[in-house]
């Protein structure tokens, strides 16, 4: 018997913070400007399904691990969005080879 598998990444936002930064124009009072600070969760959507017929054989998500916390330090902001580490590989592994038997 043979499968295929299909693999929906999901990043969903767990919470968000929007904070200001401010621009310094020579002149002119500084002008506040917004950005978002984003926690994001990973979640792993996987569909088995047999290779003859069109129906799914099985399904199941597995979800990453939480992201960090927002840094309290603006120096520590980075980019914005703090990722929680994906789901194990070897969970979705385990779950593939106990389906297929």
Partial sequence: MHYA???????????????????KIPG?????????????????HVNLQKT???EGYAAKTFEGSPPPPIPQRKSDLG??????????????KQWLLSEMK
């Fill in 28 to 44: 002119l009072r500084p002008i506040p400007v917004p950005y978002v600070l984003t926690r994001i969760r990973v979640y792993w």
């Fill in 79 to 92: 980019d914005g969005q703090y990722f929680g580490d994906p789901p194990p590989l070897d969970d979705l």
């Fill in 5 to 23: 598998v299909c693999v929906k990444v999901e990043e969903r936002v767990i919470s968000s913070d929007t904070n200001y930064g401010w621009v």
């Fill in 52 to 54: 003859v017929g069109i």
